[in-house]
């Protein structure tokens, strides 16, 4: 009824972190430009802020996809209150209880996913790096 609410409000959390730590990355790439950089700065890496980027578009990807199943079962619809389930206090209960169990799987497993991809992001991002030192 109303799953796709939690990916939608980590998808929005993430969003909002993900400004506030590009903002301070583009700070600090400003300050370490100023000074000298080292021959075996990594360049290969991908900063966080990007990866953090990879978070965002799944969740916002995947709540968009299961709000449009929600509309085309006919449980979101385009008047107040917008959930068919928030008219009665009984479908809300059913309504509560999906999102704190299903909602809040579904945030947690691609979440989980994300986390994985970053692991093996930086996985290859140093097996890059060691490649590069072994080679000069």
Do not use: Y
Not at 8 to 28: C, F, R, S, W, Y
Not at 59 to 83: I, Q
């Amino acid at each position: 009824m109303a799953c796709f609410i939690v990916p939608a409000a980590e998808a929005l959390v993430t969003t909002l972190a993900e400004k506030g730590i590009e903002k301070k990355e583009n700070d600090a790439e400003k300050e370490q430009n100023g000074a000298e950089q080292s021959e075996f700065t990594a360049v290969s890496k991908k900063p966080f802020v990007q990866k953090l980027k990879w978070l965002r578009n799944l969740l916002w990807g995947g709540s968009a996809l299961l709000m449009f199943e929600h509309v085309w079962h006919g449980e979101v619809v385009p008047f107040f209150p917008f959930l068919t389930a928030a008219s009665n206090s009984e479908d809300a209960a059913e309504m509560i209880h999906e999102m704190s169990t299903v909602g809040v799987t579904m945030a947690a497993l691609v979440t989980l996913v994300w986390a994985g991809m970053v692991v093996a992001s930086s996985r290859i991002e140093k097996r890059a790096d060691a490649e590069k030192v072994s080679a000069k």
